[in-house]
């Protein structure tokens, strides 16, 4: 009999492996080129973030299908020991170990039977990078290939990590510019001999960054190369051939403060035999192209579909889905390889759900629009040009002139949650956002703030249920009446929805409403062979579907803010379904408004959670204490330093704090010791290590001081309100 280490024992035994005497057993994470092109035949395995090549988000299993699924139930959950931050990570599971990553970019390796920890991996990032992201310290997942797990923490960091024991193999720093506010939050993609990955940042500082995406070898960590989104400032060389094609598209006047934006955030995916790495790209930056110059360009390769040659990083071809994107349309969602016919004809296609609200198929070897419908309602255009590919844009796109009640909003038709593909109903699910906003040019509309973090000299105001137009007035001018808003459509102007789509006749076979009047930030989507559409809710519930129909079948309370993909997978004949749960991410500034999110009666623990036939109700995380209001410091400030400081507040503070419960603290409600240390604190970082970095790069002595009063104010006419309110009538 052949001798196994104490190490392939350890493994066999905790990840419930059922080996014969005398055969050796995959090694931990042996995924290759043989196994992931042929992931059908495994359908106990959840390969990729998507499952599968083509990112479907589809399992073949189906022993939990129609007839049995309401004895769906809970099997183990595992702490992540996140800092209550929001989880967007699809775990992976192969061979019966699951893989997957956390808050910060740390990595987790469970035993996918009992969620027993085999290891976890601290990348260490710098918590410098810890500002950078637009939305929150999240991770998107890893990539698993030939025995070792990548991930890019938040830092742009790159690890290659060794699958059986969680020692760290390479390292090598993806960012170019550590002045910028890089940061990468999105899964890495494996392409042939290189692992490709791209950042974020597009939205922040006061010029955003210039996006790009590098590979690097597989084995050692080596660059190989590194393909630019936009061109340099003017004047400044091409680093590849590309982008003498792209300057022609943007204003040669433009200031080079400005970095142009166009970061590949998400995404990814790979054909392995046209060997094409294909990935979209984010908004220009600035938001207001205006500010580059009176050229009415297109501002490539922005709000694209890019194919890049995985051997080299040359451009296959290109897709601009949004040509002068003004309205934060990034194309950065996730696409699903696919074989479909149009027409009569078989196509290789790449489709997505696109932000701007329209679903794109696409020849994935040309990059030649196949059709392109909206999938949610659209007023920024009335359609697309099949023969031009261009969107045809209508009036009420023009949010220079005045404020324009657009949809979809900022936040997009849908954006980085996953759809899924189901090879059994041949239907795309996906999880849409009927959401308009409000744009609003805040340099020319009147109101006194000019500047926003994340928006620029621009705002998108959502209209939801606490959108309030006469107080809005004074910080950004007039902007429309939310009774004239609810007035254009018979619906709520701000509604979730999960959606049953046909690619091939490009329209609705059934949906959902999951949440109207304000955001609940749902989850991604996962469908099976057993005839079945799984989808976590905000409000805690997993929800499973008739994937032929729609009908309701199963929900399950967690307790939990569900945001990520659900998954599954099988040990030894028997089917788990799996879902990362936490609230936070782009809701990191919304508080947890009843009853859309369970990180309002719950506490928001960050873990893992898996079900089974025949299991158990789900526990559910500690009540959340909703702590009094204090009396604060005496208030010291004049009207104007703490006007100045309720601006600065909006201003650069606003990204990541609101003032109410969210999954950052309700700055309302320091203690006497972070009043003292509220200088050490803002400008130097004194919380460095809980992801508030320092901010005396943007602000000033007097700029804290005044932020400061602001929130002293706001704490006293909270504390008194509260103390009103306990006064009998």
């Known amino acids: 009999m052949k001798t196994l280490s104490w190490l392939t024992a350890l493994i066999m035994a905790t990840a419930s492996v059922s080996v014969s005497v005398g055969v050796t057993p995959p090694a931990p994470g042996a995924v290759d080129n043989t196994r992931l092109q042929a992931a059908a035949t495994e359908p106990q395995n959840w390969f990729t973030g998507g499952r599968d090549q083509e990112g479907s988000y ?46 910060w970019g740390y990595v987790y390796s469970i035993d996918a039977a009992t969620g027993r920890e085999l290891w976890r991996y601290d990348p260490k990032a710098t918590q410098s990078a810890a500002r950078n992201p637009c939305c929150d310290l999240v991770n998107r997942g890893v990539a698993v290939w030939q025995g070792r797990v990548y991930v890019a923490a938040v830092d742009g960091k790159l690890h290659a990590i060794n699958a059986a024991t969680g020692q760290k193999i390479w390292e090598a720093d993806t960012i170019t510019d550590h002045s910028l506010p890089y940061s990468s939050t999105g899964a890495p993609q494996v392409a042939g001999k290189v692992v490709v990955i791209g950042n974020s940042g597009s939205d922040m500082g006061r010029g955003g960054v210039r996006g790009y995406v590098s590979a690097y070898d597989l084995e050692t960590g080596a660059f190989k190369w590194r393909f630019y989104t936009v061109p340099p400032a003017v004047g400044q060389p091409f680093e590849n051939p590309e982008l003498a094609a792209a300057a022609k598209t943007w204003d040669i006047h433009r200031n080079a403060v400005y970095q142009g934006g166009g970061t590949a955030w998400d995404g990814f995916s790979y054909d392995p035999d046209l060997d094409l790495v294909y990935f979209g790209t984010a908004n220009a930056a600035p938001y207001d192209l205006r500010q580059l110059g009176a050229a009415k360009l297109d501002a490539l390769y922005t709000a694209s579909i890019i194919a890049l040659h995985a051997k080299t990083g040359r451009m296959a071809w290109y897709y601009q889905t949004t040509p002068r994107d003004s309205w934060d349309f990034d194309s950065v969602q996730k696409m699903i390889l ?43 255009a009335s359609g697309v040009d099949l023969k031009t590919g261009r969107p045809k844009l209508t009036s009420q796109a023009d949010w220079y002139s005045s404020p324009k009640n657009i949809y979809p909003s900022w936040a997009g038709g849908h954006t980085w949650n996953p759809m899924s593909y189901s090879q059994l109903t041949k239907l795309v699910y996906i999880p849409a956002l009927d959401v308009s906003s409000v744009w609003i040019d805040m340099l020319h509309n009147g109101g006194s703030m000019k500047y926003l ?24 001018g007039p902007v429309p009446d939310l009774n004239d808003i609810k007035a254009s459509r018979n619906v709520n102007p701000v509604r979730e929805l999960i959606r049953a789509w046909d690619p091939v006749a490009q329209k609705t076979v059934w949906e959902h409403e999951t949440s109207t009047g304000v955001r609940g ?55 788990f379904v799996a879902v990362q749960v936490g609230y936070g991410g782009a809701a990191i500034t919304v508080g947890p408004i009843p009853p859309h999110s369970a990180a309002l009666k719950y506490q928001n623990m960050n873990r893992i959670i898996a079900f089974k036939l025949g299991g158990a109700f789900v526990p559910t995380p500690a009540l959340r204490i909703d702590e ?6 005496a208030q010291s400030a004049s009207a104007a330093e703490i006007k100045a400081g309720e601006l600065k507040f909006i201003e650069e503070c606003s990204r990541c704090h609101v003032l109410g419960p969210s999954s950052t603290p309700d700055l309302r409600k320091l203690n006497a010791g972070l009043h003292q240390a509220f200088k050490e604190i803002v400008l130097r970082g004194a919380l460095g290590a809980n992801g508030m970095e320092r901010f005396d790069d943007l602000l000033s002595e007097q700029d804290a001081d005044n932020i400061h009063s602001y929130l002293i104010e706001q704490s006293w006419l909270a504390y008194r309100a509260q103390e009103s309110a306990k006064k009998p009538n």
């Open 521 to 575: 930030y749902d989850g991604g989507i996962m469908s099976t062979a057993g005839n079945l559409v799984f989808q976590g809710r905000g409000n805690g519930e997993l929800w499973v579907y008739a994937a032929d129909t729609g009908k309701v079948l199963k929900t399950i309370q967690t307790g939990s803010h569900i945001m990520a993909a659900p998954m599954t997978y099988a040990i030894n004949g028997e089917q």
């Open 628 to 633: 009094p209001f204090f009396p604060p410091p």
């Open 58 to 103: 589809f399992s073949p299993l189906k022993s939990i299908d129609a007839g049995n699924v309401t004895k769906l139930g809970f099997a183990w959950d595992y702490d992540l020991g996140s800092p209550q931050r929001g989880q967007e990570a699809t775990p992976i599971v192969i061979d019966g170990v699951m893989y997957t990553s956390g808050t």
């Open 453 to 476: 973090d994340g928006f620029f000299t621009v705002n998108g105001v959502i209209p939801d249920d606490t959108y309030d137009a006469a107080d809005m007035k004074r910080l950004y």
């Open 338 to 380: 696919a074989q479909i016919s149009l027409n009569g004809k078989r196509e290789p296609v790449i489709m997505q759900a696109s932000k701007n609200g329209f679903f794109y198929v696409l020849n994935r070897k040309t990059g030649k629009l196949l059709s392109a419908n909206n999938y949610t309602y659209v007023n920024w």
